[in-house]
């Protein structure tokens, strides 16, 4: 029997003559939060867009659970359990918070009764349903990065890939998220790639910690020893990612 795992095995990518992404290889089990890091250009966007569809590897296989990815369109992916967020993260601002989260569960063809029940579960879970009713486009940035999660949560995902969620967050802010990623464990259970600049906040978050360096995995391992490895301190030296 395939034990569960979102699994990425020896992904391989060039655009012309750039060798972007080179053998890396990813597993993420159900309920473990996995970090990505890398200076830019690293090839952590092409990575996270081959796992969700967006791209097309060279080489590698991507599978959930033990099904295969490979030719899969983003959809298809959603269906089966990938839910991704954007660093753009943008919300539908004439509607209301939970309308928005709401979208979630209906892109995946639920009914609107259902889509409403999670969007109102998923806003207790991570302790914004008093914004369900307020226009989203009228809340805070802290707020709207909280809301495009939960949006993606509501699609109840086996793995979920989020795509900097921290950013444009202040010092205050930053917490509330990292106890949100919690609660979405807590109550989901789903799987968690967390692709961040802000490596504090990777550090306190995750499990394990990945890191790319020009397309390369260098680290694979517990959050306190990458920031001690000598090749990773090597790949941010110089790089304003690393704070």
């Known amino acids: 029997m395939e034990q569960k795992t979102f699994h990425a095995d020896e992904i391989s990518k060039s655009f012309g003559a750039l060798q972007v992404l080179d053998n890396v290889s990813l597993a993420i089990k159900p309920g473990e939060i996995v ?40 959809s298809d992916r959603a269906k089966l359990g990938i839910a991704r967020t954007f660093q753009s993260g943008r919300l539908f ?24 029940d999670r969007a109102d579960e998923v806003l207790e879970i991570l302790g914004i349903d008093k914004l369900s009713r307020f226009p989203a486009g009228s809340i805070s940035h802290g707020n709207a990065r909280l809301v495009g999660l939960a949006r993606a949560v509501a699609a109840h995902p086996k ?35 967390l692709v961040e600049h802000n490596v504090k906040l990777v550090t306190e978050a995750c499990d394990r910690v990945i890191v790319l360096a020009t397309g390369i995995l260098i680290f694979d391992g517990l959050p306190a020893d990458a920031l001690t490895n000598p090749e990773v301190k090597t790949a941010y030296l110089g790089s304003s990612g690393a704070h």
Request: aromatic share 4%; with cysteine.
């Open 159 to 193: 793995y979920l890939i989020m795509d900097e969620p921290a950013a444009g967050l202040n010092e205050d802010e930053a917490p509330r998220l990292l106890h949100a990623l919690e609660q979405v464990r807590k109550n989901i259970g789903c799987g968690m790639l």
């Open 35 to 74: 970090g990505l890091l890398g200076p830019n250009g690293a090839g952590k966007s092409t990575f996270i867009n081959i796992l969700a569809g967006y791209e097309r590897q060279d080489g590698g296989t991507v599978t959930i659970d033990g099904v295969p990815l490979d030719g899969r369109k983003p």
């Open 93 to 116: 601002g004439n509607l209301t918070v939970a309308e928005n989260v709401a979208l979630g569960a209906l892109g995946l063809g639920n009914s609107r009764k259902v889509a409403e």
